[in-house]
């Protein structure tokens, strides 16, 4: 059959994923910061879009006709959202004031006339700074944390003089994390700069001679050689020691009097010494700034027995559009181009508002959900965690299990036990002896760390022995879960406990 092109029609169906639709997606997932960070970008990029700061102040006459008359209504709506599920009576949801006032930002007053003294260095002149307390003034420029990669430069700048060490220098000191520990390795900065590598580790050495002692380090072992260096405690019995860490954190003392050549006494000094010692020389100059989890849903007993269940207003941004400021322009634009531009913006505006009020409406549907599940956990605890899954609230609140997967990522519900992240109540299911139910991972794990915490140092527990406790719990569980578990809880092996007790209670 010969090959020749041709046209055929043809009809299917398909699913389209227009912009709007991505950015909706896109919102459900994004974390509370994330959150911010897009909104500020949307307010930039759009000049419909403004903040609402006056949402909790009282009506004033003159605001009848205000920028925002227009949008009045829908805003109305947002600001009444209030769910409640009725969770067979166990449960009541509320949420006022999705969009709290945010108060504005005080205007900074003008320059003072011809006759105002001007001060040299900005304290209270182009800084901004003035004598009413504005607190961006001169007392906030007067302290600022060193980082660590400034702290290194300067030692640099002093140590070395030689262009080209010191621009090797620099690519050292740029791969040393927040730790102190050197993150790159030195073959990939010595190809990167078309050096031999000896020359980067002579300039390495150099690095490793600076303030904080340690600093520069390839591994926790060079970290803690380079410490004993400086207090001049590297002999050959404390290099063993170094080189066998793996053994100092078991405890395995008779192996390490063994390699080291010393006694009960010398070796417990040693040990001591190691402990003084700072694994991380780098924390003391910070780093990245910790961010605090802000929850997005507050969880509340109610005086019947149900649950409250809000959204913190704090994490909910709060937009209006100004549908007067669009029809002014509208009227004023001279060419098509300008009219397409403002009714594109205009047309964002809108979708994002109703994708925020229902991402914020999704957000609080699942965590009706999950309240509903885990009703024995908020009431009594860890231990009455049930097994859940996606499909399962899912199923209950009728959206897909992708939808409440993006929900649950990065966002944090707080209750009287603590802030929990939400993927933290979706746990595998540890089936039960005879017909009981099952049980959560998460509650197992609990249980077996309630054990250990309780054992004795005459009595350590085994794998094993948790084994059968949990059984006779009407837990059906193997062994190698067990030690899975106890190893995601950071948990030694019954034998390292067992020396780490004799020890603490010899010391």
Known sequence: MAMMPRMELRQGQSLVMTPQLLQAIKLLQLSHLELQNFVEGELERNPLLERDEANDLPARPDDADGPHAADAESFARAESLHTQEGMEGR???????????????????????ADSLPIV?????????????????????????????????????????APAERIIGRHIIDAVDDSGYLGEPLAEIAERLGVAIDRVEAVLRVVQGFDPSGVAARDVAECLAIQLRDRNR?????????????????????????????????????????????????????????????PDVFIRAAPDGSWLIDLNPDTLPRLLVNQT???????????????????ECLQTANWLTRSLEQRARTILKVASEIVRQQDGFFAHGVEHLRPLNLK??????????STVSRVTSNKYLTCSRG??????????????????????????????????????????????????????????????TVAKYRESLRIPSSMERRREKVAMALG
């Open 91 to 113: 449960l009541g949801t509320g949420l006022d004031n999705v969009f709290q006032n945010e108060q504005p930002t005080p205007a900074r007053s003008e320059a003072g006339g």
């Open 121 to 161: 260095g900005g304290a209270y002149g182009a800084s901004g700074g003035s004598f009413d307390g504005d607190p961006e003034g001169f007392e906030s420029s007067l302290t600022a944390d060193a980082s660590l990669h400034d702290h290194l430069i300067a030692q640099l700048d002093l140590a070395v003089i």
């Open 234 to 294: 590297f002999d050959p019995a404390m290099q063993a020691l170094v080189a066998n860490l793996p053994l100092v954190a078991k405890r395995d003392f008779a192996a390490l009097k063994r390699l080291c050549g010393v006694d009960d006494e010398d070796i417990a000094d040693m040990v001591g010494e190691i402990r003084r010692l700072d694994p991380k020389p780098g924390r003391a100059f910070g780093g990245s700034a910790a961010e605090t989890v802000v």
């Open 325 to 343: 400021y669009h029809a002014r322009v509208s009227r004023a634009a001279r060419n098509d181009s300008d009219k397409a531009f403002i009714a």
């Open 392 to 401: 399962t609230v899912a199923d209950a609140i009728g959206m897909h299990e």
């Open 419 to 480: 802030v929990f992240e939400m993927k933290y109540f979706f746990s595998a299911a540890i089936a039960a002896t005879g017909y009981g139910e099952a049980h959560s991972a998460e509650a197992v794990r609990f249980r077996i760390k309630q054990m250990i915490d309780d054992e004795s140092p005459s009595a350590v527990l085994s794998d094993d022995a948790i084994v059968t406790r949990l059984k006779d719990g009407g837990i059906d569980i193997a062994r190698r």
